[in-house]
């Protein structure tokens, strides 16, 4: 086990420019203002801990079978010791599980006051079978707390932070790479795991609605001559964006397949310049409009609105393929519903890839693909005119 650090070492504090503005997100933007993390050794026995002179262990509740001892921080003492007592209240009640996050909102003695505080538990993969019969401590296991923004905008990442902890527990030794390993890992959670949007964002700017055009459509993306974290950040986006999960997994691969067998080539982002150069690329009217919203919320400088718009952006797309799967049932027995159909393709700006989606769904329901077939000669008519 790692000696608890003394306190005052090292408490550092990592400053993040804080967010403002907004772009077409009604809820107010939140303001991210500095950024935290703390990391503590956690031990349980099966029976009470106790301390040296007989009575409880520091950090644990009285007549509770764990402690918490502080391995890293960047919080000031007095509100460290106000997380840890929250922390410890929460395993107090069971209500932390190893290998799942929580977010919760936290009152501490920091400037922001309260602020949002993912928490995860976690045992390293390499340890996980350690702990010996003989003994009645389990393996080293730890607690890792990410603060920052509030708890809304650190839910919108909890997946991503999820994984960053995955990374951790795979790849570092706690037990011998603190300062020069685990340290800087935890201090760059930030930048690692809620800025890439934001730095897609930043880089393509007008040249976005290319960008979320192929993730709704599935196309693929070659990127070329980026750095390995642009590289990082470009299909993290990409991967954000898409309705992966969100539409059926058979249509997902089936549009998939469709795609690269339509186009034969990716569409590919050339990072040679100050601004990517992009080839094969295709765009629509509602990307283009999607991506002023992200252009205009560049000014506020806050990425946790750029993950609500990217949301509200995949909600919108869900709620129109919805709308044209509703029409098209309808259309069946309806000749008005088909000229509908037509009419919301030609006009929702996205017609281009809906009807691609519902193509595949409906590819083994003869009724319903005869209307698509009407609809796809219908745009390309009107693509002609």
Sequence with gaps: MLAALPDGDERELESS???GGGAGDERR????GSTYHSLYGYRSRRSSRRGADGGA?????????????????????????????FIAKRLAKGAVFEGMGNVATVDLSIPECKVGCYYCLFQ????????????????????????GGSEKGLELFRLELDKYIQSLKLNINLEKTLETCVNPYLRSWFENSICPIQRVVQLFQEKLAFLLHAALSYTPVEVRNADERTEKDISRFLAAASLQGLVQEGTMTSLCIAMTEEQHKSMVVDCIGAQPQLHNAG???FCEDWMHAFVNGAEGGNPFLFRQILENFKLKAIQDINNLKRF???????????????MFLKNCGSGDILLKIVKVEHAEMPE????????EEFMRETAVA
């Design 17 to 19: 420019e804080e967010g």
């Design 29 to 32: 933007p939140e303001r991210h």
């Design 57 to 85: 262990a520091p950090g644990s509740p009285p007549g509770r079978d764990f402690s918490l001892s502080l391995l890293d921080t960047n919080l000031p003492a007095e509100a460290e010791t106000e997380l840890r007592s």
């Design 124 to 147: 390293q993969e390499n340890l996980q079978e350690t702990s010996t019969l003989e003994s009645d401590i389990s393996a080293p296991e730890y607690v890792v707390c990410f603060l």
């Design 283 to 285: 765009s629509n009217r």
């Design 328 to 342: 098209i049932r309808q259309a069946e027995m309806n000749h008005y519903t088909l000229f509908k159909c037509y």
């Design 368 to 375: 319903a693909r005869n209307v698509v077939t009407v609809l």
